[in-house]
């Protein structure tokens, strides 16, 4: 099993980045999906979240209006869209899978995010 996340990088406050997570190994459309975030020196902290049944979303509030969570079940692909980026957004972003009814969970190695004032 594989969560592999790309699309992190250096981006000036205001701006946009998609980070994706590219999944292996697992039924993805079974897989409750979601991403998180650690900064420097605080905790990780969940961002958003989208389901393997129907595809609802949810988000913190920190990002909520900003951040839209998807995915694509046929490239087992899931995707981060943020924008109107803030200094407090820099982190560590990780994705995370959780199938069987909780029973399985699958972190990624994370992608770093920096958003420069």
């Known amino acids: 099993v594989q969560l592999v996340e790309s699309g992190g990088g250096l981006v000036q406050a205001g701006g946009s980045l998609r980070l994706s997570c590219a999944a292996s190994?697992?039924?993805?459309?079974?897989?409750?999906m979601g991403w998180y975030r650690q900064a420097p020196g605080k905790q990780r902290e969940w961002v958003a979240l989208?389901?393997?049944?129907?595809?609802?979303?949810s988000y913190a509030d920190s990002v909520k209006g900003r951040f839209t969570i998807s995915r694509d079940n046929a490239k087992n692909v899931m995707y981060l869209q943020m924008n109107s980026l803030k200094v407090e957004d820099t982190a560590v972003y990780f994705c995370?899978?959780?199938?069987?009814?909780?029973?399985?969970?699958?972190w990624g190695q994370g992608t770093q995010v920096t958003v420069s004032s």
């Open positions: 995370r899978g959780v199938g069987g009814r909780g029973l399985y969970e699958y």
């Open positions: 190994g697992i039924t993805f459309e079974t897989y409750h």
């Open positions: 989208i389901t393997g049944t129907d595809g609802s979303t």
